[in-house]
């Protein structure tokens, strides 16, 4: 039967949860009411040119610098919300070569008909283990410490946000 809009016929790739995507509890981050998580991560790359005689091609050369990140989080404020631990452990420099936060999105793939959907359209997991369907991925910044707190109010709904800001060092990422 045609679709009732005519667009082209579509198969289901899969689906997800989204509870399983979760940031691995740590010091100061258990029942922080946290809502938003944003990752970014650069290594500085300098360019190099050498000096080169008129009407010849000259090089270029890339050096690699350090790596460094910033994460940048939401909390909701409220009732019996408590940021103190998280202050203590991420606020203290002298806490950073233990600061270290996991972002576990695995597995995230419901496995009940996942790999005949995925089997259906070549998919490389349709002869995994159904119940490690979609596998792993596993962040770990490493080093952070918190370097930026800051607040919002709205007066419709009176939800005290903090957007805070931490620096990391390191990003690994395990599949």
Known sequence: MPDVFT?????????MHAQNGIVVPFGGLTGVLMQNIVLDYQQQVTRVYELGTRGHMTRVYYVSGRSQGVMRVQHIIGPGV?????YDNFGDVCN??????????????????????????????AA???TRVGGRARYLCKFCVLTRIGMSVAAQDFV?????ELMFSSLEFES
Request: some cysteine; aromatic content about 2%; proline content about 4%.
């Open 160 to 164: 005290v946000n903090e957007n805070s």
């Open 96 to 125: 950073a070569c233990h600061n270290n936060v996991v972002i576990d999105l695995s597995p995230n793939i419901c496995a009940a008909g996942a790999g005949a959907a995925l089997a259906a359209v070549g998919g490389p997991l």
């Open 82 to 86: 408590t940021m103190q631990a998280f």
């Open 128 to 130: 995994v283990d159904r």
């Open 7 to 15: 667009r082209t016929e579509v198969l289901c790739g899969g689906a």
